[in-house]
């Protein structure tokens, strides 16, 4: 199988096309109540870049435990700090069942972690890690197991691997209802084609997760004033 090898800024650019498509299906589902089918349809390709570039980035020569680490904290830090947003926007139970999209990075993060050990105990946890984690995060086990296929094929390309990573961007379909999360198979292949010169910006994600959830609770406040109904 070919190896796969995509230069930092096509990673970049698509950590970005995933950062526009995530705001735009937020915007729809908190602003618009989810009306637009179109922004819903775009909305479904953000995840799966976003997996994609965390599991590739943390496939790479030279990655070791410190960075697994580093990760791990910022994902969590960063999930924590949305928490509230969600809140505000839903109630408790919205906002805990599923986690955020932060926690579903954090399972696959300890999941791959683990992996990587080498140890039969780490396989054992990464399994129990991958069968309640995927119960109670965002994109359930689906979202997860995308992120070892690619991880896994980024590595060590073959079949199953990648057979793990595409079905399993398929079984997406049981979540939200259509194939549009297909659509990032060809935007990686494109970057895998190309090497765009973009600074990396290695916590802009992070940042701007919580950031704009905040940012569209102040923007629901005006228009819940003027008699503008979210549900």
């Not at 069968?131 to 197991?145: H, L, M, N, R, T």
């Not at 691997?161 to 399993?168: E, G, H, N, T, V």
């Not at 398929?170 to 659509?183: D, M």
């Amino acid at each position: 199988m070919p190896r796969l090898s995509i230069s930092d800024g096509s990673i970049e650019l698509l950590k970005w096309l995933a950062l526009t498509a995530m705001t735009i299906d937020h915007v729809n589902k908190f602003l618009f109540n989810g009306t637009n089918s179109d922004a819903f349809a775009i909305g479904r390709i953000a995840m799966p870049l976003f997996v994609f570039t965390l599991a590739y980035n943390l496939s790479r020569s030279g990655i070791d435990s410190r960075d697994y680490h580093r990760t791990m904290l910022r994902l969590v830090l960063c999930g924590a700090i949305s928490i509230p947003a969600f809140i505000l926007m839903g109630d408790i139970n919205a906002a805990l069942q599923p986690l955020n999209i932060m926690f579903t990075l954090l399972a696959l993060t300890i999941i791959l972690y683990l992996i990587k050990t080498g140890k039969v105990s780490g396989y054992v946890v990464a399994v129990a890690v991958f069968i309640v984690g995927g119960s109670i995060v965002e994109f359930s086990w689906q979202a997860i197991a995308i992120g070892v296929g690619v991880w896994w094929y980024s590595i060590r390309p073959g079949t199953l691997a990648l057979f793990l990573a595409i079905s399993s961007l398929a079984a997406l379909w049981t979540i939200n209802g259509n194939l549009w999360a297909l659509v990032a198979l060809p935007l990686i292949v494109f970057a895998s084609l190309i090497d765009v010169r973009i600074t990396r910006k290695q916590r802009l994600f992070y940042t701007y997760y919580p950031l704009h959830l905040y940012a569209l609770n102040l923007i629901r406040v005006p228009m819940r004033d003027v008699g503008y109904l979210f549900f």
